[in-house]
C-alpha cells in the first residue's frame, strides 16, 4: 500500500468510513433529549425576546396616534387589537367555544404561555443540574418537567378559557 493509500484509509477510518460522522451530525435521530432541549430553550429564548418586542411595538402605537396626529387617539391601536380579538372562524357556525379558542389572540396567549411554560421548567433543570442535583438521571428529570409543564400549561389554558378577564391579548 503506497503512502497516499495508507493516508486515504486512514482518513476513511478517522471518520468512520466516508464521511458518515458528518452525516450523523445532522441526523436527527443521532442526537439525545439533551439537545433537543438546548435547542428549544434556545428557540424559545428568541420567541419570548421577538414577543417583547412585538408587544412593546403594538403598546407603542398608542402613543403614535398622537403624534401621527390622528384625531381618536388610540385608533391604531384599537384596530390591532380589534383584528388580534377576531376569531379565525367568525361567522361559519362553529360553536362559542370553538370560535374563542381559534382567536388570533388566544393562539397567541397559548404559544406565549407554552414558551414561558417550557422555558420555565427547563431552566429549572438546568439549575439542578449546576446545584449537581439530578445529573445521572438527566433523561428522568426532563420528563418529570416536562410532563409538568404540560400540566401547568393545561391548567392555565382552562383559567383563561373559564376566566375570560385572564386574557389581556385582544380584548
Same mark, same amino acid.
Do not use: C, P, S
Given at each position: 500500500m503506497s503512502e497516499?493509500?495508507?493516508? $486515504?484509509?486512514?482518513?476513511?477510518?478517522?471518520?468512520d468510513s466516508h464521511g458518515s460522522k458528518f452525516y450523523r451530525w445532522f441526523n436527527p435521530f443521532s442526537r439525545g433529549i439533551g439537545m433537543y432541549s438546548w435547542l428549544a430553550q434556545r428557540l424559545t %429564548?428568541?420567541? =419570548?425576546?421577538? !414577543? #417583547?418586542?412585538?408587544?412593546? %411595538?403594538?403598546?407603542g402605537t398608542m402613543m403614535l396616534d398622537t403624534f401621527l396626529g390622528f384625531e381618536t387617539p388610540g385608533l =391604531? !391601536?384599537?384596530s390591532i387589537t380589534s383584528a388580534m380579538g377576531s376569531s379565525l372562524v367568525e361567522g361559519m357556525g362553529f360553536p362559542d367555544v370553538v370560535e374563542s379558542m381559534l382567536r388570533f389572540s388566544f393562539l397567541?396567549?397559548?404559544?406565549?404561555?407554552?414558551?414561558? $411554560?417550557?422555558? %420555565? !421548567?427547563? %431552566?429549572i433543570r438546568v439549575v439542578l443540574f449546576d446545584l449537581g442535583i /439530578?445529573?445521572?438521571?438527566?433523561?428522568? #428529570?426532563?420528563?418529570? =418537567?416536562?410532563? =409538568? /409543564?404540560i400540566i401547568s400549561w393545561i391548567l392555565a389554558m382552562y383559567l383563561i378559557m373559564i376566566v375570560p378577564e385572564i386574557v389581556l391579548a385582544g380584548e
Open positions: 497516499t493509500e495508507q493516508i $486515504v484509509h486512514q482518513t476513511q477510518v478517522e471518520t %429564548g428568541l420567541f =419570548l425576546i421577538m !414577543y #417583547v418586542f412585538i408587544h412593546f %411595538g403594538i403598546i =391604531l !391601536y384599537n397567541i396567549d397559548a404559544a406565549l404561555l407554552a414558551a414561558l $411554560v417550557y422555558h %420555565g !421548567y427547563n %431552566g /439530578g445529573i445521572r438521571k438527566q433523561k428522568q #428529570v426532563f420528563w418529570i =418537567l416536562f410532563i =409538568l /409543564g
